[in-house]
């Protein structure tokens, strides 16, 4: 079966600088992909999707970028703030399969 | 807009009590619907999923049962909580997977502390 898994379980940013959160994906025929931000006590919310037809994909602030060579793909959070400071998830799926989630990265921004 | 409700937020239940938790899900019909359980570490785990009023596929054998009575109403159930059953409990929808872009949405999330 599909796992998903980020490279990192925490990762520290300061205020302004541009984060780099990485998924890697075990199954070649996932096609659509899914990053989620889930800030403490709540229920993930979803950022930004990708499909496998696709390279990149921008949204406000965020770019996800995938490597389908490498099974790869990274969320980009331009200019972090204080409030991007949440457990980041990516998820993916094969056809019509129920998507299969990552652990999770925590995202830490110092003012 | 599409919403989702999920309640109650928190709950404090003894060891061998009932547990109910509701979820609805608003401006869309036929959804599928599903119950994850996040314990510590933040992994998701799938619980249980349905694709149509009393249509349930379990994921994993446990304490827990699931129901839809309607297209849009979702509930898991115990009839006795052990410790183990504590956690954060997510409900969650999407469109059929058919669709090319199946994204999960997830409602806020129920607190469970069985002590």
């Known amino acids: 079966g599909e796992s998903v898994g980020l490279h990192l379980p925490t990762l520290s940013v300061q205020e302004g600088d541009n984060s780099i959160i990485n998924c890697a994906y075990s199954n070649s025929a996932s096609d659509y992909f899914i990053w989620y931000k889930q800030e403490s006590g709540k229920g993930p919310q979803f950022i930004i999707d990708i499909r496998s037809n696709m390279d990149k994909r921008q949204g406000q602030r965020v770019t996800v970028l995938l490597n389908k060579t490498v099974k790869h793909l990274s969320l980009q959070i331009a200019a972090t703030q204080p409030g991007d400071s949440a457990v980041y998830f990516c998820?993916?799926?094969?056809?019509?399969?129920?998507?299969?989630f990552g652990r999770g990265t925590s995202l830490i921004v110092h003012p | 807009s599409q919403t989702i409700h999920q309640w109650p937020a928190t709950l404090v239940q003894p060891v061998g009590s009932p547990l109910s938790l509701e979820c609805t899900v608003e401006g869309t019909s036929n959804p599928n619907l599903y119950w994850y359980r996040q314990a510590a570490g933040r992994g998701l785990q799938l619980l249980f999923y349905?694709?149509?009023?009393?249509?349930i596929s379990s994921e994993v054998p446990q304490n827990l049962s699931a129901s839809r009575p309607q297209d849009r109403q979702f509930i898991l159930s115990s009839k006795k909580l052990l410790l183990s059953d504590s956690g954060f409990y997510l409900c969650a929808w999407s469109v059929p997977p058919t669709a090319v872009r199946n994204t999960i949405y997830f409602g806020e999330g129920s607190w469970l502390t069985v002590v």
């Open positions: 349905s694709v149509g009023i009393g249509q």
């Open positions: 998820a993916a799926r094969e056809g019509s399969y129920i998507p299969t």
